[in-house]
């Protein structure tokens, strides 16, 4: 009998979940610049180069500061923020010119003043957009 209990109380709550979860507004979609941009670079202080597909599938040369979207949180790196050059060191790609998964990587200061090696994977916000690099 408790087994039948908690399969109607399951049934209802699910039944009840699904309007609020198809109402949710769609998070945004990962960037996965890494399929179609390639030779992918950073300079020290955190502009990404790459050779980005257009419309037509030419690769044109794109860049983007990360600065501008990528920031430096108690040394972990984080979307959302900026200015994390300023704050990081050893600043590299690991794993360039494979799909899906190209990393950012450096080493980062902490509120209290230690360095830790923190990484983000730009394919989770990183776009192409005709050619252009966004985030």
């Known amino acids: 009998m408790n087994t039948f ?24 979609r990962d960037g996965n610049f890494s399929f179609n941009c390639k030779e992918d670079g950073i300079t020290a202080n955190g502009v990404l180069t790459s050779g ?3 419309s037509k599938g030419a690769i044109i040369p794109a860049s983007l500061s990360l600065d501008s979207c990528v ?3 108690d040394g972990q790196l984080t979307t959302g923020f900026s200015g994390f050059s300023s704050s ?19 080493q980062c200061t902490t509120n209290d003043g230690r360095v830790v ?3 983000l994977n730009l394919d989770k916000f990183v776009t192409n ?7």
């Not at 109607?8 to 009840?16: G, M, Q, R, S």
């Not at 050893?90 to 950012?104: E, K, Q």
């Open 88 to 106: 990081c060191t050893g600043i590299t790609l690991v794993n360039p010119d494979a799909a899906p998964g190209v990393v950012l990587s450096a």
């Open 129 to 135: 957009t005709n050619g252009v690099l966004g985030c």
């Open 117 to 119: 090696i923190s990484g």
């Open 5 to 28: 209990v908690s399969f109607v109380l399951l049934a209802v709550c699910t039944v009840t979940a699904i309007p609020s979860i198809l109402s949710a507004p769609l998070e945004k």
């Open 71 to 73: 920031g430096n949180i």
């Open 52 to 54: 980005c597909a257009d």
